[in-house]
C-alpha cells in the first residue's frame, strides 16, 4: 500500500475501530445490563442503536450521494437484543471493511433536521468526511455509554470512550506511542 493509500485508509480504520468499542461493550455487559435504564432515562442500548443507525444511514446512502441521518428506522430489536446489534454490526463492519480508499473524496449530500422547528437543510460532505464525523459521534456516546456501564459495575477500558486526538495528545505529552484500545472480548 503506498502512503497516498495508507493515509487515506485512516478515516476507514478508524470508523471500523469505532464500530469495535461498539462491539465490546455488547460483548462485555450482560443483556440485562444492556437493556437497563437509568432514572427512567437511556440506558447504554439506545445510544449503541442510534450509533448503528447512523453508520447504516452512511452505508445505505452512500450509492445514492443522498444521507440523511433523521431518517433512521429506530430499530426497537437492536436496542433490545444485544445478539441483534451484534448481527447488524457484522453486517456493517463487512462493508465498512470493504470500502474502496480512492472513494473517501466522494461528494456527498447531508441532508439533516438542524434544529426542532427547522425544515431539513442540505450541505455538501465527502465520504473521508462522514466516515470522521461517524467516527466522533460514536466516540462520543461511547463516553456516555462507558459511565452507564460504571453505574451497573461493569468496568470497560479507560479510553473507549476518549477521542482519538485525545488519547493521542495524552500519549505524546508522555513520549509514548499510541496504542490501539484492546477491543478483544
Not at 35 to 49: E, Q, T, V, Y
Not at 160 to 166: P, R
Request: proline content about 5%; glycine content about 4%.
Amino acid at each position: 500500500m503506498n502512503d497516498s493509500t495508507e493515509i487515506n485508509d485512516t478515516a476507514i480504520r478508524g470508523c471500523v475501530e469505532s464500530c469495535e468499542r461498539m462491539l465490546l461493550v455488547a460483548n462485555t455487559v450482560t443483556p440485562a445490563q444492556y437493556r437497563a435504564r437509568w432514572k427512567d432515562h437511556n440506558g447504554i442500548s439506545p445510544h449503541l442503536r442510534h450509533c448503528y443507525e447512523h453508520l447504516a444511514a452512511l452505508m445505505n446512502g452512500l450509492d445514492f450521494g443522498t444521507i440523511s441521518y433523521d431518517t433512521r428506522e429506530r430499530n426497537v430489536c437492536i436496542e433490545q437484543e444485544p445478539a441483534a446489534l451484534k448481527e447488524a454490526m457484522a453486517m456493517l463492519l463487512s462493508w465498512i471493511n470493504a470500502l474502496d480508499p480512492t472513494r473517501l473524496d466522494t461528494p456527498l449530500t447531508i441532508c439533516q433536521i438542524p434544529r426542532i422547528d427547522a425544515p431539513e437543510s442540505q450541505s455538501v460532505s465527502t465520504l473521508r468526511r462522514e466516515l470522521s464525523f461517524l467516527t466522533s459521534h460514536t466516540i462520543h456516546h461511547l463516553a456516555l455509554v462507558s459511565i452507564l456501564a460504571e453505574l451497573q459495575g461493569v468496568i470497560l477500558p479507560d479510553d473507549l470512550g476518549v477521542a482519538y486526538s485525545t488519547t493521542t495528545h495524552e500519549h505524546q505529552q508522555r513520549g509514548h506511542a499510541t496504542p490501539a484500545i484492546s477491543t478483544a472480548t
